[in-house]
């Protein structure tokens, strides 16, 4: 949306909350649960350094922006376009953190409505997409949208508190 606003391009936005699809998380963040499990104070010390991270960001968006743009060039030889930079992190920066001001927590409601939404709509199934599928456990984008899904899977069979953990920002 920036780089078509910068161009002075209109498009036609939509919300999915308007369609009736609640809030999903993304993106997330995933972790092997032998990782935490045996390396709790390190999942601890990341998660708090990247929270620290983007409440500065959000606070910061202009200063955020120009680290990100030096940090491109120095470490990675990417030139990126400032104003377009600074516009995104301005539009950004305001979803970074919740609404007590914090990065990286999930509510349980929410991932009941998101997964309710996917149960009652056909989309909670034993397939999942994969450029390189392995049969009887994923299939290709065009596959699921011609319909093969493997199995439903029952909304009962998913309890949203072992999808995710906010444990380790305490």
């Known amino acids: 949306g920036v780089e078509a606003k910068m161009k002075g391009l209109e498009l036609n936005t939509f919300y999915l909350q308007d369609y009736g699809i609640p809030y999903g998380y993304a993106p997330?963040?995933?972790a092997h649960p032998d990782t935490l499990s045996e390396s709790p104070g390190t999942v601890r010390a990341f998660l708090k350094a990247t929270a620290q991270g983007y409440e500065w960001a959000a606070a910061n968006p202009e200063e955020a922006a120009q680290i990100l743009i030096e940090g491109a060039k120095e470490h990675n030889g990417f030139v990126l376009d400032n104003e377009m930079v600074k516009m995104s992190q301005q539009q950004m920066s305001s979803a970074y953190l919740d609404?007590?001001?914090k990065w990286?927590?999930?509510e349980k409601s929410k991932w009941d409505a998101y997964l309710d939404w996917l149960s009652s709509s056909g989309l909670l199934t034993t397939f999942m997409q994969s450029r390189k599928p392995l049969d009887g456990i994923s299939v290709t984008l065009d596959e699921?949208?011609?319909?093969?899904t493997g199995s439903i899977i029952p909304r009962e069979d998913i309890d949203s508190s072992k999808i995710f953990t906010s444990q380790f920002f305490e």
């Open 99 to 101: 609404a007590n001001g």
């Open 28 to 30: 997330c963040l995933l």
């Open 104 to 106: 990286g927590r999930m």
């Open 144 to 148: 699921l949208r011609a319909g093969k």
